[in-house]
Each structure stands twice: as C-alpha cells, then as structure tokens.
C-alpha cells in the first residue's frame, strides 16, 4: 500500500492496534454466564460484533427491561479495564507506527473507548508521544465515532483526501465514508475477514503489509 499519498493516518485502538480481541471474548461470556445466557466462541463473536454496542448486546440476548445496557455496559468494562494490562499490542504495531512516523505522516487514534481509559491505556504501552490526538468517546458505551472523528477534521483544517483510517470493523469504514477519508481494514480484530470484505472496502491482511 502507497502510504506516501497520505498526510494523516487515524487509528483504531481496539483490536487494530491493541490486541484485546480474547479478553473483550473472555469479559463478555463473563457477563452472560451471570445471567445464564449463551456463551459466544470466537468465530461467532466476530460475525455478531457490531456498533452501535447496545445494537450488538441485543443480539447477544439481554433484556434491557430487567436491567439497563448502562449497567451491563459498566459491568463490562469495569471487568475489562482490571484486566486490560494483561494485553499486547498487535504484531508489528510499534514497527509500522514507526515505519509511518519516519515517512512524515501524521497519526492519530479515534476510538469508541471512554476517554480517559484510553489515554491511560496509550500511555502505558508507551505510544502516547506517537500521536498528535488521541480522540475517544466522554462515555464506555461506544456508541459511534463519527462526531468526533469530523470534528477532528474540522478542528485541524485536514484536507480528507489525504486522510488514511486503518480499523478493524465496519463502523471503521462508516467513519472513513462520513468524513471523507480512505479506509483500511485490518481482519484480525473484532469482525471477521469476511464480513469486512463483504463491506467493499480494502482489507489488508497484517499491520506489516503497510510497510511494505
């Protein structure tokens, strides 16, 4: 992939950068068990993922006239964010940060993660220099990111033509479409490979391909 067309890459934390793809799994099965629903298997929780989260929470069985989706919501993350640290970052993620910051490219990361775990998050894996924002979401319902991901745009008077977002799921080339930027879409995270390339848009099929 020509990286050198581009002025901006903007990133997706979870499962494109971060590898928490078993953990979210691990969280989530956690939390139905409690309730005595249906656990998930990988496969099957990369076909149902999807955003907005409470979308995809309705799928998995909750009844959200027993119990509010912010209350299962938090039960989620609180349980995630304990054990987060326990995660890496994807193979070749810290190379091809590298890689694109020696180019000259601007990077950023837009994310569905609240706010303030986020910086915390990238700024234990050491990678909070790399960036010149870091944008996520003043709650952990991730809902969507297309608000901010055009007020970012707007904010630092970027050209879109020249923005590339690299993400793992669907709601990753929604964003790239609303704004007016490439996409890029990484199959080892939260979706399967083949429904992000049922989608149309380009799927490549490692961090290191961005290198090459």
Known sequence: MDLLKYKHIIWDWNGTLLDDVNLCLEVINTVLVKRKLSTLTLE???EIFSFPIIDYYEKLGFDFEQESFES???E???DYEKKRNHCSLMSDAQKTLLHIAQLGISQSILSASKQNYLEKAI???GLDATFLEINGLTNHYASSKIDIGKDFV???KFDPSTILLIGDTTHDADV???IGADCCLIPNGHQSQKRLVDYGVPVVDS???LCQ
């Open 76 to 78: 989620f993350i609180t």
């Open 44 to 46: 099957y929780y990369r």
């Open 176 to 178: 790239a479409a609303s």
């Open 72 to 74: 299962i919501g938090t």
């Open 207 to 209: 961090l290191s391909v």
């Open 154 to 156: 707007t904010r630092n």
């Open 123 to 125: 700024r234990e894996y």
